[in-house]
């Protein structure tokens, strides 16, 4: 479920009064203008920014199961320390909201630095430290995000809007992707331009792929979305086959087939193997086989069992799909407009 949304009532502080703008625009219309002028290297507003960010806020904490990625969260964390060196008056009214929406465990010690500011500056910094030098930390910031987009509603004070475009620049490709991916989970449909409906019949289609006994089937359709069919046809036995249709479902498959693994857990003198997924689309866990353990995936009212070998075979498959340059092409466009999913 996504967290609840950031209110302008937090801590009872007063917010910037903005004006609406003379066109009222739907969100995706909204999210569709920031992104082609930033794309068109035109300068955006504050408000604009603010946007962006209250969608970047909600796609970093849209899935518990199926987090952003630890590379888009330092991004994110990067960007709102690019903010906080704009500041007019290193010292706010903000700084104990921003680091109450960080953990308590980098928070720096008070008593060395003269200003608030600078144990909010600090903190972010030993939080980027940890995620990019500590591979093995569990630890995810997710409702650090937040901190953009209160910085970006509240009434912070800037050394002006230009110096805002060239501090947050660097970090749009990122930012644009986790708020896409906030669009999609808030409003159940991708940032797109309905003009493209047909644009697929201007493509070729694309070869499939197999891997043992398992064969990957690929579809453009409107939109020029991507429809995948994975089948498997023994020599002997059942054949079956799972449609795997709509970019969501597809990027669900995928970070299950790298997430669903074992994990052991201990239970008095024992390691008791687990593991779960708990998504959208597919629920997944292990299952024993004889002295090995095996893969169950429950789908659209179906049942499969994968032994562990073909389950590598799968995780073989879909890595060989995405080295396939038409394949790759397609799905960094379809990226653009459903996000990091």
């Known amino acids: 479920m996504l967290l609840d949304t950031i209110q302008a009532v937090v801590f009872n502080k007063k917010t910037v009064a903005r004006s609406e703008p003379t066109e009222q625009l739907s969100p995706t219309e909204a999210l569709l203008r920031i992104r082609k002028k930033a794309e068109t290297g035109q300068s955006l507003s504050r408000e604009e920014w603010r946007k962006l960010a209250h969608y970047v806020h909600e796609g970093a904490e849209a899935s518990l199961e199926n987090h952003i990625s630890r590379e888009s969260m330092i991004v994110i964390l990067e960007a709102f320390q690019a903010l906080l060196k704009l500041r007019t008056n290193p010292d706010s009214e903000w700084d104990s909201y921003f680091l109450g929406n960080l953990p ?16 909010v500056c600090w903190t972010v910094t030993e939080i980027i430290w940890e995620l990019k030098t500590n591979p093995a930390s ?50 159940r449909k991708p940032v797109r331009d309905d003009s493209r409906r047909r644009e697929y019949i ?60 074992p994990r052991y857990t201990k239970l008095g003198d024992q390691l008791v193997q687990g593991g779960r997924w708990d998504g959208e689309h597919f629920a997944g866990y292990l299952v024993e086989q004889g002295n090995k353990h095996g893969y169950c995936v429950h789908a659209d009212q179906s049942t499969f069992i994968f032994p562990k070998d073909d389950w590598e075979l799968l995780q073989k498959l879909f890595r060989r799909a995405w080295e396939k340059p038409d394949v790759k092409l397609l799905w960094d466009d379809l990226s653009l407009e459903y996000g990091e999913l």
């Open 104 to 119: 308590w465990e980098f928070h720096a010690d008070k008593n060395k630095y003269r200003t608030s500011g600078e144990v």
């Open 202 to 261: 201007n493509h070729p289609p694309i070869s499939s792929i197999a891997e043992g006994e398992y064969k990957l089937s690929f579809l453009r359709y409107e939109y020029n979305e991507l429809q995948l069919l994975l089948s498997f046809a023994a020599s002997s036995g059942p054949t079956w086959s799972l449609a795997l249709g709509s970019y969501s479902r597809i990027a669900e498959f995928r970070a299950m087939l790298v997430n669903l693994q």
């Open 138 to 187: 569990k630890w995810t910031p997710l409702v650090a995000a937040r901190n953009l987009e209160v910085f970006l509603d509240s009434d912070e004070e800037i050394t002006g809007i230009e110096q805002l475009n060239q501090a947050l620049r660097p970090y749009w490709p990122v930012l644009w992707r986790v708020a896409a991916r906030g669009h999609f989970f808030t409003k």
